[in-house]
């Protein structure tokens, strides 16, 4: 059978379906058609029996509970670092990633949480992103290393990636606060989605792209499959899977704030509490402070990526980081472990006044623009029924 006759008959088959079902089963705006009363039974059934039923009592719930247990873990060491201690650690780990521009970056980067004023909700972020990318990372490498080797693997789950991708994130916010209550761990699962699919694919394609010829020599040499994956393929696939790291990382940082949407904590509750009010003061201090924390974890990332896996740090650097870490946890106790509010600068009040002054004097501009995109580009392509007009066909409605 030729390779296009399975798709021309799925094609086939949907028109038939659709020529044959068309205008039947819509979907009626009442809150009492069945279609609408059967989803609100199934809501209240699983809040009757979340914790009777099987499925719930040993299986979702444990889940949740891992979850939020590990999300509590990393935000109790977090908190009890402080700013000196978390600070000195990420600037000690930056320094031994790529140097003491990087140590600089991550220095300043953590400090810009705190003179924003959101370092508690930077916090949370950090804890929820640290728990969401490990646990992608977790289930995304091993898959990922799985595909790779396997071609058949790789077409199985290559359908169940696009739909996690191409879903909006808004589709599944609702089952998942349904599933797994709303807060931390929901918000991390949500994340997950999100975020496993870039590191499914990416290692799958590091792992396939190693080069025959050393996975054929270490086969000669009489290596078995196991030392062949530890010694060859990994190690080969390394720069390219260090991607596959930094794009979870990023992946998460780009969903925690819509997960803050089913209450997840961290700077999503800034922005979303900002974009309610329409006050800019209040969503650009924590859409910044999401950006300098995805550029200080994105050069770390890629520090660690271009570094020779065989190059031994030098006493500097060892030096260097040492230093940072041990001054770190050495304030701990000396000084506050929430940033000083003294220390703070508050933008709100100064970002609402020049956006109340950019609406007043440039409305003119602004209005021109909107009204000329409408009227060329949206409007010819949003009209509701055909007339012909001078050889324009128009839509008006």
């Excluded at 939020?68 to 977090?78: I, M």
């Excluded at 030392?227 to 720069?239: E, G, I």
């Excluded at 440039?362 to 000329?372: A, G, P």
């Amino acid at each position: 059978m030729p390779k296009w006759a399975a798709p021309a008959g799925v094609a086939v088959l949907f028109v038939a379906a659709y020529l044959v079902f068309q205008g039947t089963g819509t979907l009626p705006h009442d809150d009492e058609a069945p279609q609408f009363l059967a989803v609100t039974e199934l809501r209240e059934w699983i809040d009757d029996h979340r914790n009777d039923n099987p499925l719930f009592l040993y299986f979702l719930n444990y889940i949740r509970l891992f979850v939020g247990s590990l999300y509590a873990l990393f935000e109790t060491v977090l908190y009890a670092l402080g700013w000196p201690g978390i600070t000195g650690v990420m600037g000690a780990l930056a320094w031994l990633a790529g140097g003491w521009r990087i140590a600089l970056l991550a220095v300043g980067g953590v400090s810009a949480f705190g003179v924003l004023g959101l370092w508690g909700s930077s916090v949370d972020t950090l804890a929820l992103v640290a728990v969401a990318v490990l646990l992608s990372l977790a289930i995304g490498i091993p898959v990922g290393v799985w595909a790779g080797l396997s071609t058949r693997v790789r077409r199985t789950i290559t359908p169940v990636l696009d739909v996690m991708q191409i879903m909006p994130t808004f589709a599944y916010l609702a089952p998942l606060a349904l599933f797994f209550h709303i807060g931390a761990p929901a918000g991390a699962i949500a994340t997950m989605i999100y975020s496993i699919p870039p590191a499914i694919r990416i290692t799958a394609l590091a792992i396939s792209e190693v080069s025959p010829t050393a996975v054929e020599a270490s086969a000669s040499l009489g290596a078995t499959r196991r030392q062949t994956l530890f010694k060859v393929y990994l190690p080969l696939a390394r720069s390219t899977m260090a991607l596959a790291i930094n794009q979870t990382i990023m992946m998460a940082l780009s969903m925690v704030v819509i997960a803050n949407l089913i209450s997840a904590p961290g700077l999503g509750g800034d922005i979303i509490r900002g974009l309610s009010r329409a006050q800019v003061g209040i969503m650009l201090p924590a859409g910044i402070a999401v950006v300098i924390m995805a550029v200080v974890l994105d050069r770390m990332m890629m520090a660690v990526a271009r570094r020779d896996p065989h190059a031994r740090l030098g006493r500097a650097d060892l030096a260097g980081a040492g230093v940072l870490a041990v001054a770190g946890l050495a304030l701990i106790p000396v000084l506050p472990r929430v940033w000083p509010e003294n220390l703070t600068v508050n933008l709100v009040a100064e970002v609402n006044d020049a956006v109340r002054w950019a609406e007043d004097n440039w409305f003119t501009v602004t209005s021109w623009i909107k009204d000329t995109t409408s009227h060329l580009l949206l409007n010819p392509w949003s009209r509701c029924s055909p007339r012909r007009r001078g050889g324009w066909s128009r839509w008006p409605c």
